[in-house]
């Protein structure tokens, strides 16, 4: 089993900026693809980021150009580095992955999600 841990999510002002981590444990074979995905009030959840094994990247429109996604794979670690932030990006960030275990199951989890408040 999976398990993925966020943090970083906090309260900033609009033009601030973030850095979101997400940390996964298990017995892991390999990654496919990392992403954030986000959650606004009365909304449904939407992608925000992903990243694939071969470390292609891709964003929500609303966001190219102000967030980056990157990861460390030595520690299984995804970041969101969140730039000139604005109130609409107010949400809860899940962190996902989809991969392979050592007992070679696919598998895809969600974390329980860290909240990110932009005041205007």
């Known amino acids: 089993q999976v398990h993925l841990v966020e943090s970083g999510g906090a309260l900033v002002q609009a033009g601030g900026s973030l850095r979101l981590s997400c940390a996964a444990s298990g017995v892991i074979l390999r990654f ?13 959840r939407a992608l925000v980021a992903t990243i694939s094994s071969g470390d292609s990247t891709n964003y929500a429109d609303s966001v190219k150009g102000r967030f980056t996604i990157s990861r460390n794979k030595l520690k299984s670690t995804v970041y969101l580095q969140m730039n000139n932030l604005k109130p609409e990006d107010t949400g809860v960030y899940y962190c996902n992955a989809e991969g392979r275990s050592m007992n ?17």
């Open 32 to 44: 496919n693809l990392m992403g954030w995905y986000r959650q606004a009030p009365g909304k449904q």
């Open 104 to 120: 070679s199951q696919d598998f895809a989890s969600w974390g329980q999600g860290t909240q990110v408040t932009v005041s205007s």
